[in-house]
């Protein structure tokens, strides 16, 4: 469980990189989830549009977002959101596609292009990795497709390693 006052207090207003702010990602969040999930899948190229997430296999990445179980937090500058990274714990009939088993929760996270390269993603990837680790997670997995070679450096910088594949991309893994 990742309750709003465990990030709020030292975490919540602590001046990220680029004069970025921090808050918790809430049930309210959906557009902003649903957004952040396209930047991801659009990494390369505008591949996806908005309407294919509401493929299932999309949508229970920013659907159904739960503040008792899952955690994320938003980076958010004076023009309003600029990168969010969070996780889902989806069911094993259900899973994500860097789905590791259903204690460990799955990683999505984007940053939007105005603030990418001033540190705002190691920012929120390492918060949200102590977050979880005080609230118990073993750890948190997520899927890079081939070719995200800047994801894949941040990645591997706070500790993900690669433990499968699927398709294209390879599962990372993270023990908290
Ligand atoms: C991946 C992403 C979240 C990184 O966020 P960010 O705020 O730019 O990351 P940081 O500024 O903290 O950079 C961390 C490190 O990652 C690496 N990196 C990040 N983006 C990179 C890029 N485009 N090219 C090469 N290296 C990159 C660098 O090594 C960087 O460290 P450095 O600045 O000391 O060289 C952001 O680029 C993004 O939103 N990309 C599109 C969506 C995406 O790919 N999401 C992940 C899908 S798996």
Redesign the pocket.
């Known amino acids: 469980m990742l309750c709003e006052d465990r990030l709020t207090g030292a975490e919540a207003g602590a001046a990220a990189p680029a004069g970025a702010l921090f808050r918790d990602v809430t049930a309210d969040d959906a557009a902003l989830l649903r957004h952040a999930t396209l930047?991801?899948m659009n990494?390369r190229t505008e591949t996806f549009s908005d309407a294919d997430l509401d493929r299932p296999d999309f949508a229970h990445y920013f659907t159904g977002y739960d503040p008792s179980r899952d955690g994320g937090l938003v980076a958010v500058d004076g023009e309003g959101p600029v990168?969010v990274a969070w996780v889902r714990f989806l069911p094993a009939d259900d899973p994500g596609y860097g789905f590791v088993s259903e204690d460990v929760p799955e990683l999505t996270?984007?940053?939007e292009p105005r603030?990418?390269?001033?540190?705002?993603?190691?920012?929120l990837l390492t918060r949200l990795l102590a977050a979880g680790r005080s609230a118990g997670w073993p750890g948190v997995s997520?899927?890079?497709?081939d070719g995200?070679?800047?994801?894949r450096?941040?990645y591997e910088?706070v500790g993900f390693r690669t433990v499968g594949r699927n398709g294209d991309s390879d599962t990372m893994l993270t023990r908290l």
């Open positions: 930047a991801a990494w990168g996270m984007a940053v603030g990418r390269g001033r540190g705002i993603g190691t920012a997520l899927s890079v497709e995200n070679t800047g994801a450096i941040l910088r």
